[in-house]
Nanobody, 126 residues
Framework: QVQLVESGGGLVQAGGSLRLSCAASGRSFSTYDMDWFRQAPGKEREFVAA????????YYADSVKGRFTMSRDNAKRTGYLQMNSLEPEDTAVYYCAVRYGPGRTVILTPVAMDYWGKGTLVTVSS
């Protein structure tokens, strides 16, 4: 099993930046694709960004493309989501999730994830 803990959320003004972290423990982080999802109150959980286990590919939702950047540090067993030019519409609980990668198709949906963190709240004020 893999345990995931998100951190870095908080309150920021529109136009500002935040960097979220997802620390993994329990198994080798390097063999898992890592994804970020977010869920605003009363809304469905939506895909935000992902990086494959090999680090060779990244994926972004259209709503964050050009503003958010994913990265990972396998030695530290930690993934990151750098969020720039934040907008009030980005306000949500952000969840880290992983999916075992080798030999599997990349799937960017919540049901495909193997393990989840408990989330970190990001609030963007206008």
């Amino acid at each position: 099993q893999v345990q995931l803990v998100e951190s870095g959320g908080g309150l920021v003004q529109a136009g500002g930046s935040l960097r979220l972290s997802c620390a993994a423990s329990g198994r080798s982080f390097s063999t898992y694709d890592m994804d970020w999802f977010r869920q605003a109150p009363g809304k469905e959980r939506e895909f935000v960004a992902a990086v494959t286990w090999s680090g060779s590919n990244t994926y972004y939702a259209d709503s964050v493309k050009g503003r958010f950047t994913m990265s990972r540090d396998n030695a530290k067993r930690t993934g990151y989501l750098q969020m720039n030019s934040l907008e009030p519409e980005d306000t949500a609980v952000y969840y880290c999730a992983v999916r075992y990668g080798p030999g599997r198709t990349v799937i960017l949906t919540p049901v495909a994830m193997d393990y989840w963190g408990k989330g970190t709240l990001v609030t963007v004020s206008s």
